[in-house]
């Protein structure tokens, strides 16, 4: 009688021999399919109707990426080209996450498959203006862990050439952050998947492992003050200022620990359970992955469950402690570390596995995600193009009852928000969706920029509050937009009265 063919890959069974310029070349093609519609259809995003963010993105601290659109990207952006370099930088960054973690063969292009492809990703990309910047700070995070393990398991003969694979660390993660800040996190995370995968083959080795960790901490401790230090001069140098970035601004939202605890701690578990934002419902298959790792190694198949488990915990505490210091209230976007921990956590309990059922298993799972982050981008598509059309059937009115105030030295106030355009708009997405028209509760600036420059469709003057209040009192009568009577003219004042609010002031 024949033996029963097995789920497990043979112990002397290699995954399918794979270059890395194939895997290169797979993981691009995994990356251009997954963002496909929004690299072939522009859409103009909220924030994307600002011409000039090198002082804003300095303020925010984000110098890194505020030097790379002023010497070498195009800023704001170039349709089709910003996201282009965004795609390759992101490949590029996963199949290094791959490699530095320890995968090889097809392993490596399944690893990289899930990263690049999970939603979370969507939420910086949908950002034209740093959809190259953001990849290319991934990529340096990702380098920061690449460099720091050279330098750890470098040849003990060779330690003073060693020194400079160390200080590449170091300056990789300063980098990193001067583009992105939240990306602090994804070094920690790829060193630690190192370790796992290191253990499985090698055995544990906690003594060594946990030295390996401290150091790296002490080295993304000089990291984040290098950071602190070359924002501040930056800002000096610019005359921008300082804002708060996400990982500061809400620090003391919260008046007590309690409060703050039981929000970033529900927050956390929202994440784990994949019901925080819209895309993220796969995150649950790596909380599972977790559960297949540990009893795979109590199994016997791998040595050492403790340390495993250790491993395992340390990589999900990493995130918990970013939530627990902005006390669980990050936007989607500023979620770094998902994609690398998703699948890190999915390839390592799979790796096991013979490689036909490893392939279909995460083909059906990047399968998901690409639906998930395509309906993204087509929510943002369908609502600016509703925008778009509200703005011409605006000035259509305008041209036709009120020619006189047709030119661009009149004045016009958007009097509240609408957001009749968003009925395509979908749960929990973040800004995904969101009409001009409604974005702040109607945020006159921003629609004066995305009608007169960013489309454009209309040239006029920007209302003041005092244009605001100078209207107040004559649109009680008026009805609200789409009734073509809600465009009126006030006080020698164009009306767009949006909203039936009263009490609405002006947001800039």
């Known amino acids: 009688m024949s ?14 021999s794979i270059s890395t310029y194939q895997a290169f070349l797979l993981i691009l093609a995994v990356t251009i399919v997954s963002y ?15 011409a000039d963010n090198i002082l804003h993105t300095i303020s925010l601290g984000r110098w890194g990426h505020a030097f790379l659109h002023a010497y070498l990207l195009p800023e704001p952006y170039l349709p089709y080209f910003t996201d282009l370099v965004g795609l390759i930088a992101l490949a590029l960054a996963a199949l290094l996450a791959a490699k530095t973690i320890g995968f090889t063969g097809v392993m490596t292009v399944v690893f990289g498959a899930l990263m690049v492809s999970f939603p979370q990703l969507a939420y910086q990309l949908q950002f034209t203006n740093q959809a190259d910047t953001y990849p290319i700070g991934l990529l340096l995070a990702v380098l920061s862990a690449y460099f720091y393990i050279r330098f750890a398991f470098g040849t003990p003969q060779r330690w003073r050439t060693r020194y400079p694979t160390l200080l590449l ?23 630690l998947g190192f370790l796992l995968v290191r253990s499985q083959s090698e055995g544990a080795r906690p003594g060594r492992d946990m030295m390996l960790l401290v150091g790296y901490a002490a080295a993304l401790v000089v990291s984040l003050v290098v950071y602190f230090l070359t924002a501040k001069a930056a800002q000096g140098l610019a005359g921008s200022g300082s804002q708060a970035s996400y990982l500061l601004a809400h620090a003391s939202e919260f008046e007590t620990l309690s409060d703050s605890l039981l929000l970033s701690l529900t927050f956390f578990g929202e994440l784990l359970q994949g019901t925080s934002f819209y895309g993220l419902g796969a995150f649950p298959i790596a909380v599972v992955a977790v559960a297949l790792i540990i009893g795979l190694r109590i199994g016997a198949r791998w040595q050492d469950p403790v340390w495993a488990t250790a491993l395992l915990s340390m990589m999900f505490l990493v995130p918990l402690t970013m939530i627990l210091a902005t006390q669980g209230s990050l936007p989607p976007r500023a979620l770094s570390f998902m994609p690398v921990l998703f699948a890190t ?14 392939v279909a298993g995460a083909l059906f799972v990047v399968l998901s995600n690409i639906a998930m982050i395509t309906n993204l981008f087509y929510s943002d598509h369908l609502v600016r193009q509703a925008d778009i059309q509200m703005g011409k059937q605006i000035q259509s009115i305008i041209d036709n009852q009120f020619p006189g105030y047709a030119g661009s030295e009149t004045t016009r106030v958007f009097w509240g928000a609408y957001g009749g355009n968003e009925s395509r708009r979908l749960p929990e997405s973040d800004i995904f969706g969101t009409s001009f028209f409604n974005y702040g509760g109607g945020n ?6 995305f009608l007169q420059h960013a489309v454009p469709i209309a040239q006029y003057q920007r209302a003041t509050s005092a244009d605001v209040e100078r209207v107040r009192g004559g ?5 609200t937009w789409p009734d073509p009577r809600a465009v009126a003219v006030v006080d020698g004042i164009v009306v767009i009265k949006l909203q039936d609010d009263p009490e609405w002031s002006m947001k800039f």
């Open 3 to 16: 033996r029963p063919a097995s789920i497990f890959a043979s112990r002397d069974e290699s995954h399918a």
């Open 36 to 50: 496909g519609y929004n690299l072939t259809n522009f859409t103009l995003n909220i924030d994307g109707e600002i």
């Open 169 to 191: 660390s170091i300056v990789s993660a300063t980098l990193a952050l001067s583009i992105y800040q939240t990306l602090i996190v994804v070094s920690p995370l790829v060193v």
């Open 345 to 358: 956590m999915i390839a390592v309990a799979v790796k096991p596995f013979k490689i036909q059922w490893v």
């Open 444 to 449: 006159n600036h921003r629609i004066f920029l």
């Open 475 to 479: 649109i009680a009568d008026m009805p």
